[in-house]
């Protein structure tokens, strides 16, 4: 099979992802979470993200986001994201339809939020029933152009909403990516910070498939569970995602697992710097952003293995993996050195 930069999502499976479902297979199990798999996951989380942290495994990313951020709403209430978020970009119309919620957008600087720029969202709120009240605040870690928000800066977003009564949801995809690139735990990126719940992305970083809702704010577990069920996120056979969880959550796999990702799209910055072009956005995670000649993008397109991510500024997205090597790296480079000179 064809190797290459589309999508973290386009590589296999770790080997100790696949061991651990092999072994979640042997014999029977209670379904619907009641498991030892998913006991030991929950104690695991609890050491990761805090003591009061409980975790609620789903099947994709899609459902965490909706799932996390629909606990943190009413049925009269607006989340505020940034216009280059995931949540508002690539998740089509599943807030809405599924989560029946509604999303309010603000600008943002190389992808991330700032308590300036989300200022005008929240301060528009006249208190009439005529406007959805901002009562949420979800931003992406890494963000959707491959940046990383600091310890500092998530606990100036977080102080920024709880002065407004709102409250926090990071959707992690990438959280261990940012965590190895920060060199942090990712404790300190969640619960320290004041996240009140996380999507936590686990296929991204070597899963097979499945990600998972971690909630820091023990008044949302109830609602998380019960929504869980609702939106239809609840696996019978919990057992194989969990056994996913854990092996990627067991001895800093996942950090292992980020950070060689992370180094490999730091090589690929480095050769295309080597060949005179620089990234379009800094690469603080394991996305590089790449400009190429407007009239070369077809044929980058075709015979690169990356994403055409903005056709009109003529700019390409390469994703590094957990298993990316550096003659994946050379190869994409000699494609794009006869484009880019």
């Not at 070597?206 to 609702?230: M, Q, S």
């Not at 005179?276 to 993008?297: K, Q, S, T």
């Amino acid at each position: 099979m064809t190797r290459g930069f589309l999508s973290d999502n386009s590589s296999g499976a770790h080997p100790a992802v696949l061991a651990a479902l092999a072994a979640a297979n042997e014999g029977h199990a209670p379904s619907y979470g009641a498991d030892p798999i998913t006991a030991a996951l929950e104690e695991r989380v609890r050491d990761l993200f805090g003591p009061h942290a409980q975790v609620f495994p789903v099947f994709n990313g899609t459902g965490a986001n909706v799932l996390a951020l629909k606990a943190l709403l009413r049925p009269w209430e607006a989340a505020v994201a940034t216009a280059e978020s995931h949540m508002v970009t690539d998740e089509s119309t599943a807030p809405q339809l599924v989560g029946g919620m509604r999303l309010v957008t603000v600008p943002a600087v190389a992808g991330k939020a700032t308590p300036a720029l989300l200022a005008p969202a929240f301060d528009a709120d006249d208190g009439t029933v005529h406007h959805a009240r901002p009562a949420a605040l979800t931003v992406a870690q890494s963000t959707e152009l491959g940046t990383t928000y600091t310890v500092a800066e998530l606990g100036e977003l977080t102080a920024f909403a709880r002065a407004r009564q709102a409250r926090v949801h990071v959707d992690g995809a990438r959280l261990a990516n940012a965590a190895a690139r920060l060199g942090t735990s990712l404790r300190a990126l969640t619960t320290d910070a004041g996240v009140d719940v996380v999507s936590f992305g686990a296929t991204k970083n070597g899963a097979l498939l499945g990600d998972a809702v971690i909630v820091l704010a023990p008044d949302l577990a109830e609602p998380v569970n019960r929504l869980r069920k609702a939106a239809t996120q609840l696996a019978s056979k919990m057992r194989f995602v969990s056994a996913q969880l854990l092996a990627l959550l067991t001895d800093d796999l996942w950090r292992r697992n980020a950070a060689h990702a992370n180094a490999a799209a730091d090589l690929l910055a480095a050769r295309l710097r080597e060949l005179g072009v620089a990234p379009v956005y800094p690469v603080e995670a394991n996305a590089v952003f790449i400009p190429v000649p407007p009239a070369e993008l077809p044929a980058v397109v075709a015979e690169a293995p990356v994403l055409a991510w903005d056709a009109r500024a003529a700019v390409v997205r390469a994703v590094a993996s957990f298993d990316t090597t550096e003659q994946d790296v050379d190869a994409l480079v000699a494609v794009l050195a006869r484009h880019l000179g």
